[in-house]
């Protein structure tokens, strides 16, 4: 790496993954919007369902619902154990 850009790479089209990914990356934060309370719950239970079920199963999940100009709002925060965990929820989510 150069001393004078961290980001510089000394070979054509790589970059190191440290630059990219961070340990202490390892939080989520969402919020799902619908005009029915019942259908936001649903799309939220199958977003926390997916989270338990990526590694370990220790996702902390965090949510608070809301009500924005009649419409309902969850906010989430989901917290992984790892980076490579959040890495493969994001992926998976797309």
């Known amino acids: 790496m150069n ?9 054509c089209n790589t970059v190191e993954v440290g630059t990219l990914i961070r340990d202490d ?3 989520v934060t969402l919020e799902i919007r619908d005009d029915e309370a019942i259908s936001a719950q649903d799309m939220f239970s199958k977003i926390e369902q997916r989270a ?3 590694g370990s ?5 965090q949510s608070e619902t809301c009500k924005e100009n009649g419409m309902t709002v969850i906010k989430a925060m989901l ?3 790892c ?3 959040k890495l493969i929820f994001e992926m998976s989510q797309r």
């Open 52 to 54: 338990l079920a990526v």
């Open 57 to 61: 199963g220790n996702c902390k999940i």
């Open 3 to 11: 001393e004078k850009d961290p980001f510089e790479c000394t070979t």
């Open 25 to 27: 990356d390892t939080r």
């Open 79 to 81: 917290d992984f154990d």
């Open 83 to 85: 980076t490579a965990e």
